[in-house]
C-alpha cells in the first residue's frame, strides 16, 4: 500500500496536483517558524545572561539610601555584598569654547563589584577584551566606546562629571546588570564609589536609584530576602524593589513577552492564510481525483485503503513541505535579526532545533485540520461515478469535516500565542474580518445583478455573469485579497500616516531642550543666559520629588491598587511642583484653580482616573522626612505631545514653602546659540542638559527597526494572500474551461472572452482593494484616537492605492493561474465535459 502511495505521489507531482499545496504549506511553516527561532534565540541569550542581568544573586533598589540595618542583617547571615550608585548626569569633555558635553548614565560601584558576572574592559576602541574582577582607580572613570565618539575624544583623555575632573583609563566592554542589549540606554560612565562624593552631584532633588547587591547560598539569599520583603510590608517602606534571577529585569521579560506576541500575531495571520489555501488546494485535489478513486474502487479497493492510500500521500507532501518551510524560517530569521539592528544583540546563542520541531509538527497539523476532510470524502465516492460522471462529489459530513479543521487550527493558535484569551481574541477578529468582507462582498454582488441587465457589451456581460454564476468562489476571492492587502496597507501607507499625524502634533516651535537639577541659586544667572541667547520667556519651575503616603487618611499598602500602572506611580516618586498661575497648555476640566493661601492641589485628570481620585480627596505626600497635605481643588487636561514641562500634580505654593527644590526649565535652542548646553554644564557641572530632538530621532529610529522587521514578516501574509487568491482562481479553472468552450461554441469570440475575464479580474481586485483600504484606514484610526491620541485625517489615497494595488494582483494571479483556459479549443473541452 506504501508503495502504491509512492507512484501516486510521484505521478501526482508530474501532473502539477501536489505543487501548490507544498508551497502553501512552506510559507505557513516558515512564517510561524522564522518567529520561533527569532525568540528562541532571544530567550537563550536572556538565559545565558541571567547573572549578568543582576550582578548578583539578590538585588535590592530603591531612590533613597538604604537602611544600615539590612545592610547589617545581610553580613550577620554571612551574606557578601556590594553597592553600586546610578543616575544620570552631563559629562563634559574639553576646555573653553571647545567644551563638549554629553548625557551619561553614571555608575558609582563599590570595591567587590560585581558580585557575580565579569567585567570586560578594552584599552582602546575595538581593541581585544580583558576581563577584570576591579573597579576603577581612585580619579579614573571606564566609559561607553560612545562617549569618546560623542565627545571626540580618546583613552587617557579628561572628562568632568560635576566639581570634579577624571582620566578615562579603560573603556567599557561587558558590564554586569546592564541588561541584555535590547535598548540603547545612555552611554555608561563607571567610578569608584569613593570618588562619588567629590563631584556634587547627588543632592537634594536628584533622581538617583540606590542599589544593594547580595550574593551567597541559595538558603541564605532566600531567607534574607523573606526578611527584606517582611521589613518593608511591616513599615510600609515605598521605593523599594527585590529582584532575583527568577525576577530580575522583570521589564525586560516583558518586552520580550510583548514582541513574542506581536510577532507571533503576524505569523499566525500568514498561517491563517496559508490554512485556507491548504485548504482549497484539497479541495481542487479531491474534485480532480473523483473519477480515479471510483476506478480504485470498481478495482477492488476498500474505503479504508482508498483512504490509506491519499493519506499516505498527503502525509508525505506535508511532511517534506514543512520541514523546507522550517528551514525557510530558520535562514528568514536572520533577516529579522538583522532588520532590527542595534535593537537586539547579535552575539546570541545558536539557536535550537525545537522552533524547527515546532515547525513540522505545525505544518502537519495544518494539514490535518483542513486537508484531511476533503480527502476524506474521496472514500464515499460511489462505484457508478466510472459511468456517471455528472453525479455531484460527497458532501457527506463536510460540516463535520471542516468543524475538526477549525476546532485543529484554534489549538494551533493556543499553542503559538500562549495565550488562551489571545488566541480566542485573535481567531475571533480573524472570523469577524472574514465575516465583514464576506458580506459586503455578497452585497456588491446582489448589486451588480441589476448593472448586468443594463448594459450591452457581451464582453461585460459574460463578466458580469460569470460572477454571478460562482458566487460562492467570487466571495472568496475577495475575501482572501483584502484580508492580505488589509495587512500590507496596514504597514506601508497608514504607518506613514500615523508617523505623519504624530510629527504634526507636536508644535512647530516645541522645546527642543530640558535643563534640569537647577539649584535656587542659579536661577537668576541661567534665566539671564536663556534670554541672552534669544530664547524669550524662559519658565522656569520649582520641581519637588515626593511620595504619596495617604489619600483621605488612609496609608497606600501594597495591595491599594491591583492594576500594574496604579502601582508602579504609588511606589515611585512624584515630580511635584508649585506654582501661582495655570502653567501653559494646561487646561482645568474640574473644580477651580487655587485662590487663596490655604492648601490646595491641582491633579492632572489622567492621573485621577487611575488613582480613583476626585475633587475634594485629600494627598498627603512625604518630601524628604516633611509631610504636605492638600486637597484636590482641580483637575488638569495636559498636551503632552507639547513636549512643556508637564507635572501630574501642582501643590499650593504656600505649602512648600520649607520644602527641598531644584528647578526645571524646557525651551528651543536657535540653531545660531546650539552650543549653549555645553557652555551651561561646563559652568554648572550640577545641570542636566537634555537634548529632546537627538532623543526623539533615536526612538524614532528603534520604531523604524521594528518596523521594517514586522514589514519584513507581512511579506509571508501577502505571499500568503496571494496563494489563497491564486487558489480560489484556480479552484474554478476547469468550471471556467467548461464554460468557456460552451461559448466559444455558441458564438463567442476569444477577444470577447478575454476581455470578461480581465473585467472579472478589475471587478474582484478593486473590491477586495477597497475592503482592505477601508479595513487598514479603520484601524488607523481607531490606534490615532485609542491610542496615539492626536487627530486623524483620513486620506482618499489609502483607497486609491488600495484598489490600484488589488487589480494589479488580480491580474497577475489571474494570469498565471487562467491563463490556459481559453488556449483550448472548443471541441475538445466538450468531448471532457
Given at each position: 500500500?506504501?508503495?502504491?502511495?509512492?507512484?501516486?505521489?510521484?505521478?501526482?507531482?508530474?501532473?502539477?496536483?501536489?505543487?501548490?499545496?507544498?508551497?502553501?504549506?512552506?510559507?505557513?511553516?516558515?512564517?510561524?517558524?522564522?518567529?520561533?527561532?527569532?525568540?528562541?534565540?532571544?530567550?537563550?541569550?536572556?538565559t545565558?545572561?541571567?547573572?549578568?542581568?543582576l550582578?548578583?544573586?539578590?538585588?535590592?533598589?530603591?531612590?533613597?539610601?538604604?537602611?544600615?540595618?539590612?545592610?547589617?542583617e545581610?553580613?550577620?547571615?554571612?551574606?557578601?555584598?556590594?553597592?553600586?550608585?546610578?543616575?544620570p548626569?552631563?559629562?563634559?569633555?574639553?576646555?573653553?569654547?571647545?567644551?563638549?558635553?554629553?548625557?551619561?548614565?553614571?555608575?558609582?560601584?563599590?570595591?567587590?563589584?560585581?558580585?557575580?558576572?565579569?567585567?570586560?574592559?578594552?584599552?582602546?576602541?575595538?581593541?581585544?577584551?580583558?576581563?577584570t574582577?576591579?573597579?576603577?582607580?581612585?580619579?579614573?572613570?571606564?566609559?561607553?566606546p560612545?562617549?569618546?565618539?560623542?565627545?571626540?575624544?580618546?583613552?587617557?583623555?579628561?572628562?568632568?562629571?560635576?566639581?570634579?575632573?577624571?582620566?578615562?583609563?579603560?573603556?567599557?566592554?561587558?558590564?554586569?546588570?546592564?541588561?541584555?542589549?535590547?535598548?540603547?540606554?545612555?552611554?555608561?560612565?563607571?567610578?569608584?564609589?569613593?570618588?562619588l562624593?567629590?563631584?556634587?552631584?547627588v543632592?537634594?532633588?536628584?533622581?538617583?536609584t540606590?542599589?544593594?547587591?547580595?550574593?551567597?547560598?541559595?538558603?541564605?539569599?532566600?531567607?534574607?530576602?523573606?526578611?527584606?520583603?517582611?521589613?518593608?510590608?511591616?513599615?510600609?517602606?515605598?521605593?523599594?524593589?527585590?529582584?532575583?534571577?527568577?525576577?530580575?529585569?522583570?521589564?525586560?521579560?516583558?518586552?520580550?513577552?510583548?514582541?513574542q506576541?506581536?510577532?507571533?500575531?503576524?505569523g499566525?495571520?500568514?498561517?491563517?492564510?496559508?490554512?485556507?489555501?491548504?485548504?482549497?488546494?484539497?479541495?481542487r485535489?479531491?474534485?480532480?481525483?473523483?473519477?480515479?478513486?471510483?476506478?480504485?474502487?470498481?478495482?477492488?479497493?476498500?474505503?479504508?485503503?482508498?483512504?490509506?492510500?491519499?493519506?499516505?500521500?498527503?502525509?508525505?507532501?506535508?511532511?517534506?513541505?514543512?520541514?523546507?518551510?522550517?528551514?525557510?524560517?530558520?535562514?528568514?530569521?536572520?533577516?529579522?535579526l538583522e532588520?532590527?539592528?542595534?535593537?537586539?544583540?547579535h552575539?546570541?546563542?545558536?539557536?535550537?532545533?525545537?522552533?524547527?520541531?515546532?515547525?513540522?509538527?505545525?505544518g502537519?497539523?495544518?494539514?490535518?485540520?483542513?486537508?484531511?476532510?476533503?480527502?476524506?470524502?474521496?472514500?464515499?465516492?460511489?462505484?457508478?461515478?466510472?459511468?456517471?460522471?455528472?453525479?455531484?462529489?460527497?458532501?457527506?459530513?463536510?460540516?463535520?469535516?471542516?468543524?475538526?479543521?477549525?476546532?485543529?487550527?484554534?489549538?494551533l493558535?493556543?499553542?503559538?500565542?500562549?495565550?488562551?484569551?489571545?488566541?480566542?481574541?485573535?481567531?475571533?477578529?480573524f472570523?469577524?474580518?472574514?465575516?465583514?468582507?464576506?458580506?459586503?462582498?455578497?452585497?456588491?454582488?446582489?448589486?451588480?445583478?441589476?448593472?448586468?441587465?443594463?448594459l450591452?457589451?457581451?464582453?461585460?456581460?459574460?463578466?458580469?455573469?460569470?460572477?454571478?454564476?460562482?458566487?460562492?468562489?467570487?466571495?472568496?476571492?475577495?475575501?482572501?485579497?483584502?484580508?492580505?492587502?488589509?495587512a500590507?496597507?496596514?504597514?506601508?501607507?497608514?504607518?506613514?500616516?500615523?508617523?505623519?499625524?504624530?510629527?504634526q502634533?507636536?508644535?512647530?516651535?516645541?522645546?527642543?531642550?530640558?535643563?534640569?537639577?537647577?539649584?535656587?541659586?542659579?536661577l537668576?544667572?541661567?534665566?539671564?543666559?536663556?534670554?541672552?541667547?534669544?530664547?524669550?520667556?524662559?519658565?522656569?519651575?520649582p520641581?519637588?520629588?515626593?511620595?504619596?503616603?495617604?489619600?483621605?487618611?488612609?496609608?497606600?499598602?501594597?495591595?491599594?491598587?491591583?492594576?500594574?500602572?496604579?502601582?508602579?506611580?504609588?511606589?515611585?516618586?512624584?515630580?511635584?511642583?508649585?506654582?501661582a498661575?495655570?502653567?501653559?497648555k494646561?487646561?482645568?476640566?474640574?473644580g477651580?484653580?487655587?485662590?487663596?493661601?490655604?492648601?490646595?492641589?491641582?491633579?492632572?485628570?489622567?492621573?485621577?482616573?487611575?488613582?480613583?481620585?476626585?475633587?475634594?480627596?485629600?494627598?498627603?505626600?512625604?518630601?524628604?522626612g516633611?509631610?504636605?497635605?492638600?486637597?484636590?481643588?482641580?483637575?488638569r487636561?495636559?498636551?503632552?505631545?507639547?513636549?512643556?514641562?508637564?507635572?501630574?500634580?501642582?501643590?499650593?505654593?504656600?505649602?512648600?514653602?520649607?520644602t527641598?527644590?531644584?528647578?526645571?526649565?524646557?525651551?528651543?535652542?536657535?540653531?545660531?546659540?546650539?552650543?549653549?548646553?555645553?557652555?551651561l554644564?561646563?559652568?554648572?557641572?550640577?545641570?542636566?542638559?537634555?537634548?529632546?530632538?537627538?532623543?526623539?530621532q533615536?526612538?524614532?529610529?528603534?520604531?523604524?527597526?521594528?518596523?521594517?522587521?514586522?514589514?519584513?514578516?507581512?511579506?509571508?501574509?501577502l505571499?500568503?494572500?496571494g496563494?489563497?487568491?491564486?487558489?480560489?482562481?484556480?479552484?474554478?479553472?476547469?468550471?471556467?474551461?467548461?464554460?468557456?468552450?460552451?461559448?466559444?461554441?455558441?458564438?463567442?469570440?476569444?477577444?470577447q472572452?478575454?476581455?470578461?475575464?480581465?473585467?472579472?479580474?478589475?471587478?474582484?481586485?478593486?473590491?477586495?482593494?477597497?475592503l482592505?483600504?477601508?479595513?487598514?484606514?479603520?484601524?488607523?484610526?481607531?490606534?490615532?484616537?485609542?491610542?496615539?491620541?492626536?487627530?486623524?485625517?483620513?486620506?482618499?489615497?489609502?483607497?486609491?492605492?488600495?484598489?490600484?494595488?488589488?487589480?494589479?494582483?488580480?491580474?497577475l494571479?489571474?494570469?498565471?493561474?487562467?491563463?490556459?483556459?481559453?488556449?483550448r479549443?472548443?471541441l475538445?473541452?466538450?468531448?471532457?465535459?
Open positions: 500500500m506504501i508503495l502504491q502511495s509512492l507512484r501516486m505521489t510521484q505521478r501526482d507531482w508530474r501532473a502539477g496536483e501536489l505543487r501548490f499545496l507544498l508551497v502553501a504549506l512552506i510559507v505557513a511553516v516558515a512564517a510561524l517558524s522564522s518567529v520561533g527561532f527569532f525568540v528562541d534565540r532571544m530567550r537563550a541569550g536572556l545565558r545572561d541571567a547573572h549578568q542581568l550582578g548578583a544573586d539578590l538585588l535590592v533598589a530603591a531612590d533613597q539610601p538604604l537602611s544600615s540595618g539590612w545592610r547589617a545581610a553580613q550577620r547571615r554571612g551574606l557578601t555584598i556590594a553597592d553600586t550608585v546610578v543616575f548626569s552631563m559629562a563634559l569633555a574639553g576646555d573653553g569654547d571647545d567644551a563638549r558635553s554629553q548625557l551619561a548614565s553614571l555608575k558609582a560601584v563599590s570595591p567587590g563589584y560585581p558580585l557575580r558576572g565579569t567585567l570586560s574592559i578594552a584599552n582602546t576602541a575595538g581593541g581585544p577584551d580583558s576581563v574582577r576591579t573597579i576603577p582607580a581612585a580619579g579614573t572613570v571606564w566609559v561607553d560612545n562617549i569618546l565618539t560623542a565627545l571626540n575624544i580618546q583613552v587617557g583623555a579628561h572628562l568632568k562629571l560635576g566639581d570634579r575632573t577624571f582620566t578615562i583609563a579603560h573603556i567599557l566592554s561587558v558590564e554586569p546588570d546592564r541588561g541584555s542589549g535590547f535598548v540603547n540606554f545612555s552611554p555608561r560612565v563607571m567610578l569608584a564609589l569613593a570618588d562624593a567629590s563631584t556634587h552631584l543632592q537634594d532633588g536628584s533622581r538617583v540606590y542599589r544593594l547587591l547580595l550574593s551567597g547560598a541559595v538558603p541564605q539569599v532566600q531567607a534574607f530576602q523573606a526578611w527584606v520583603e517582611t521589613e518593608i510590608a511591616r513599615d510600609n517602606v515605598k521605593g523599594v524593589r527585590i529582584e532575583s534571577l527568577e525576577t530580575g529585569r522583570p521589564e525586560m521579560r516583558a518586552t520580550l513577552d510583548r514582541a506576541q506581536f510577532l507571533s500575531l503576524v499566525l495571520l500568514s498561517a491563517m492564510l496559508a490554512a485556507v489555501a491548504v485548504a482549497m488546494a484539497a479541495r485535489f479531491m474534485l480532480r481525483h473523483l473519477d480515479a478513486c471510483a476506478m480504485l474502487r470498481c478495482l477492488g479497493l476498500t474505503q479504508n485503503q482508498v483512504t490509506q492510500l491519499y493519506l499516505y500521500e498527503f502525509l508525505l507532501i506535508g511532511l517534506i513541505g514543512s520541514i523546507i518551510g522550517a528551514l525557510v524560517g530558520y535562514v528568514a530569521h536572520f533577516v529579522l532588520s532590527l539592528g542595534k535593537f537586539v544583540s552575539d546570541l546563542p545558536s539557536a535550537s532545533i525545537v522552533p524547527g520541531v515546532q515547525g513540522v509538527v505545525t502537519l497539523l495544518l494539514l490535518v485540520g483542513f486537508a484531511l476532510p476533503p480527502i476524506l470524502q474521496l472514500r464515499n465516492v460511489p462505484h457508478n461515478r466510472v459511468i456517471r460522471r455528472e453525479q455531484d462529489a460527497p458532501q457527506v459530513a463536510v460540516v463535520a469535516t471542516y468543524g475538526l479543521g477549525t476546532l485543529t487550527f484554534v489549538g493558535l493556543l499553542w503559538q500565542a500562549g495565550d488562551a484569551k489571545l488566541a480566542l481574541l485573535t481567531a475571533l477578529g472570523l469577524g474580518c472574514f465575516i465583514v468582507f464576506g458580506f459586503s462582498s455578497w452585497l456588491a454582488l446582489k448589486s451588480l445583478r441589476r448593472l448586468r441587465g443594463a450591452q457589451n457581451p464582453s461585460w456581460r459574460f463578466a458580469l455573469t460569470g460572477l454571478q454564476r460562482r458566487p460562492g468562489a467570487t466571495i472568496v476571492q475577495i475575501v482572501a485579497l483584502a484580508l492580505g492587502l488589509m500590507l496597507l496596514l504597514l506601508t501607507v497608514i504607518r506613514g500616516d500615523l508617523i505623519g499625524a504624530w510629527r502634533s507636536t508644535p512647530a516651535d516645541a522645546p527642543n531642550r530640558f535643563v534640569i537639577n537647577i539649584q535656587p541659586d542659579q537668576a544667572d541661567i534665566n539671564r543666559r536663556l534670554v541672552a541667547a534669544d530664547i524669550t520667556q524662559p519658565n522656569l519651575y520641581m519637588i520629588r515626593g511620595r504619596l503616603i495617604e489619600i483621605n487618611g488612609n496609608p497606600i499598602k501594597p495591595d491599594t491598587y491591583q492594576d500594574d500602572r496604579a502601582k508602579r506611580l504609588v511606589e515611585r516618586e512624584f515630580n511635584l511642583s508649585t506654582m498661575a495655570v502653567p501653559p494646561n487646561q482645568i476640566v474640574a477651580r484653580w487655587y485662590k487663596d493661601d490655604q492648601p490646595e492641589a491641582s491633579v492632572e485628570e489622567g492621573l485621577a482616573k487611575t488613582l480613583h481620585l476626585k475633587l475634594g480627596d485629600k494627598l498627603t505626600f512625604d518630601i524628604a516633611q509631610t504636605v497635605s492638600a486637597p484636590i481643588t482641580s483637575l487636561k495636559l498636551e503632552w505631545g507639547s513636549m512643556q514641562v508637564n507635572f501630574f500634580v501642582i501643590l499650593n505654593p504656600k505649602v512648600m514653602v520649607n527641598p527644590q531644584t528647578w526645571i526649565t524646557a525651551f528651543r535652542l536657535p540653531p545660531l546659540h546650539g552650543n549653549l548646553g555645553n557652555q554644564t561646563r559652568d554648572f557641572p550640577n545641570l542636566t542638559v537634555v537634548d529632546i530632538g537627538s532623543i526623539i533615536q526612538l524614532q529610529d528603534v520604531v523604524d527597526q521594528v518596523v521594517a522587521a514586522v514589514e519584513f514578516l507581512f511579506l509571508f501574509t505571499a500568503s494572500g496563494l489563497v487568491l491564486y487558489a480560489a482562481l484556480l479552484s474554478s479553472q476547469d468550471e471556467r474551461t467548461r464554460e468557456a468552450g460552451l461559448l466559444r461554441a455558441l458564438g463567442a469570440t476569444r477577444r472572452l478575454s476581455h470578461a475575464q480581465w473585467i472579472e479580474f478589475a471587478l474582484i481586485g478593486s473590491l477586495a482593494g477597497f482592505a483600504a477601508t479595513g487598514a484606514a479603520a484601524t488607523g484610526w481607531a490606534l490615532a484616537h485609542y491610542v496615539f491620541s492626536f487627530t486623524w485625517t483620513f486620506s482618499p489615497f489609502i483607497w486609491i492605492a488600495g484598489m490600484v494595488i488589488g487589480a494589479t494582483c488580480t491580474f494571479g489571474g494570469w498565471i493561474s487562467l491563463r490556459g483556459v481559453l488556449s479549443p472548443p475538445e473541452t466538450l468531448r471532457e465535459a
